[in-house]
């Protein structure tokens, strides 16, 4: 055996390398969170809880629950904890008045713009990339979160890809080539969303097709 069959050998597999590199930078997003929750009074979850708030508005126990992948135990304890804080205040629901909403204080929308900002290094991070890498890993990315939540391992993401005003490449041969028929406007490939507001999910067949036609023509090296 070469010096270099041994040391690709001991390499690994490619894919098994990638997902190395994506649990460090899981384990520095850990660690982030862990050290702006710790400033705060808060926990990690507690603080992601803040966040999912002010981004999806009032929710049910369980909504956040699923929407953060945590048990309804693990949510209703930090749930508690924040009520405790005064961050957030449970309302009966309309129509449903059975159903207890989660709403966020004028203090807890202030801990939660604070707690947004925790991932913020990897931003810094990733501007430091040409664009056009930037635009590749964004890709890259939208597919393997696509194929996660296809597998359900995470919850789906509000993402163009699945959103039924998602027109891809209906302006082919531009720098917008996609088209949102909500605002009625075409967009480039560097702004595709992943976690749009305005996201509504699309029935099975055009999520399906939608998804096959961006997948087709979305530009990877080869
Ligand atoms: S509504 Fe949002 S997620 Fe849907 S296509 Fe428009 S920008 Fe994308």
Same mark, same amino acid.
């Given at each position: ?29 850990r660690h982030q969170a862990q050290r702006g929750a710790a400033a705060r009074g808060l926990t990690p979850t507690q603080g992601e809880i803040l966040v999912w708030l002010s981004r ?12 953060? $992948?945590?048990?309804? !135990? *693990? ?7 924040? =009520? %405790? ?5 449970? #309302? &009966? ?18 801990? $939660?713009?604070?707690? !947004? *900002? ?7 991070? =990733? %501007? ?5 890498? #930037? &635009? ?33 490449? %209906? ?41 096959? %036609? ?9």
């Amino acid at each position: 055996m070469t010096r270099t069959e041994r040391l690709e050998r001991e390499a690994g597999p490619l894919s098994e390398r990638l997902a190395h590199a994506l649990s460090r930078i899981s384990l520095a997003l850990r660690h982030q969170a862990q050290r702006g929750a710790a400033a705060r009074g808060l926990t990690p979850t507690q603080g992601e809880i803040l966040v999912w708030l002010s981004r999806h508005g009032p929710s049910t126990l369980g909504e956040v629950a699923r929407g953060l $992948a945590i048990t309804p !135990a *693990t949510a209703s304890d930090a749930v508690e904890a924040l =009520a %405790a804080k005064k961050l957030l205040r449970k #309302q &009966r629901g309309r129509p449903d008045a059975r159903s207890l909403r989660l709403t966020l204080t004028a203090r807890g929308q202030r801990e $939660a713009a604070r707690a !947004a *900002t925790w991932p913020g290094f990897l931003a810094e991070a =990733a %501007a430091l990339l040409p664009e056009a890498e #930037q &635009r590749l890993l964004l890709a890259v990315l939208i597919r393997i979160v696509k194929s996660l939540q296809d597998r359900g391992q995470i919850p789906p993401a509000r993402m163009c890809v699945t959103c039924t005003y998602f027109r891809p490449f %209906a302006h082919a041969g531009t720098a917008r080539p996609h088209h949102c028929d909500l605002v009625d406007a075409p967009f480039g490939e560097a702004y595709l969303r992943v976690d749009c507001p305005e996201h509504q999910p699309a029935p099975e067949g055009l999520a399906a097709d939608n998804w096959e %036609a961006w997948l087709a023509r979305s530009s990877f090296p080869e």
